[in-house]
Structures are given as C-alpha cells and as structure tokens.
C-alpha cells in the first residue's frame, strides 16, 4: 500500500516556475515508478512525466518536454515536479502517482494515486 500527498501547487505568472512535490508512506517506494499527471477543467487526465523506479530513465509528454524535470529521492520517499517556463495552459491539477508497470505513461497502469494540487498560470 502507498499513500502520495502532493504539494507546491499556487499560483504563478506565466514564464514563472513551481515546484512540486509528492511525499509517499510505505516502505515499498522505492520499488514504484512514479508519474506526473494533469487535469484541466473539462479535460481529460493526461499524461506529463514519469520517472523509473531508480531515477535512471525518465519519460516526458511532448508538450512539457524542455520545460518540467520530474526527478525523486527515494531516501526521502518523495518525486519532485520542477516547472520552468510555465504557460497558462499549463494550469490544471497536478496528480502523482505510483505504478509497478513499465508502462509509466498510462493513466490506468498505475495502482496509487494523491488527491491532487491545483496549478494556475495567469497570462
């Protein structure tokens, strides 16, 4: 069983930056993959990043790629988000999630997922 808490969401203009982060209970952590998704109103969950199980291999969906790092410290039980050069488009609630999968870039092939944290991009 694991439990994800995220945080760091807000508001910020846009070409600012936030940093997410996303604590997780369990002594199994380390054993997930850890993904990134969004949600903006009216849209469907989609996929942002998602990060290995040893931090080695990271995956990052075109329309973030350059801008967000996803990266995690397992001796911390916790996957962290940077956003640089955010776009109003970019606002939406940002969920983590944890997958056994190898399929990280899927919605449904993950097992655990936090409660959300709203970003905002004002233009």
Do not use: H
């Amino acid at each position: 069983q694991v439990q994800l808490v995220e945080s760091g969401g807000g508001l910020v203009q846009a070409g600012g930056s936030l940093r997410l982060s996303c604590a997780a209970s369990g002594r199994t952590f380390s054993r997930y993959a850890m993904g990134w998704f969004r949600q903006a109103p009216g849209k469907e969950r989609e996929f942002a990043a998602a990060i290995l199980w040893s931090g080695g291999i990271t995956y990052y969906a075109d329309s973030v790629k350059g801008r967000f790092t996803i990266s995690r410290d397992n001796a911390k039980n916790t996957v962290y988000l940077q956003m640089n050069s955010l776009k109003p488009e970019d606002t939406a609630v940002y969920y983590c999630a944890a997958t056994r999968s190898v399929v990280m870039t899927i919605a449904g092939e993950y097992d655990y997922w936090g409660q959300g944290t709203q970003v905002t991009v004002s233009s």
